[in-house]
């Protein structure tokens, strides 16, 4: 799909606020209401737009503990990688799990728990025990200084 101006705002406003009315999106992007929705069922069906989230704060909700966990394993092969990301899909604790190179690490997590207890027993009794799991190296978060999902939508 061959995105134009109009696209680009509509999926940055969307992006913005997930729950902004259709009126509200139309004026802001300079559309009537009805080719307004009817771009954002096309921006839907094409796949740009993947659902809607809601936003929580983790801090007041008690998950105050952020670590960057680096996950060596012991074997390259496509089946022992596809049972880790089947397993690492099932922990909760687990926000963000991305395949890097250039370390000595072939993942890196994003953990999210309400304290080092917590963290401790994800690590020894969860991470630690999923088949394959050769190396396990954390560091934890003082400040998050940038967290978005906004994507940069002027660089396309």
Do not use: W
Not at 60 to 87: C, N, S, W, Y
């Amino acid at each position: 799909m061959q995105l134009d101006r109009t696209d680009k705002r509509i999926l940055h406003e969307l992006q913005l606020d997930a729950r902004i009315s259709n009126q509200e999106l139309a004026d802001k992007v300079g559309l009537s209401p009805s080719p307004c929705l009817r771009r954002v069922r096309q921006l839907e069906e094409a796949g740009l737009i993947k659902g809607y989230a809601t936003e929580l704060d983790a801090s007041k909700l008690g998950l105050k503990l952020m670590a960057i966990v680096q996950v060596a394993m012991d074997r390259h092969t496509p089946d022992r990688f596809e049972q880790f990301e089947a397993a690492i899909r099932l922990l909760p604790q687990v926000l963000e799990c991305i395949m890097i190179t250039g370390q000595s690490a072939d993942y890196q997590l994003k953990v999210l728990v309400k304290d080092m207890d917590e963290y401790q027993d994800f690590l020894l009794n969860k991470l630690t025990r999923l088949n394959g799991v050769s190396d396990v190296r954390s560091s934890f978060v003082l400040r998050q200084v940038v967290s978005t999902s906004v994507l940069p939508l002027d660089s396309l």
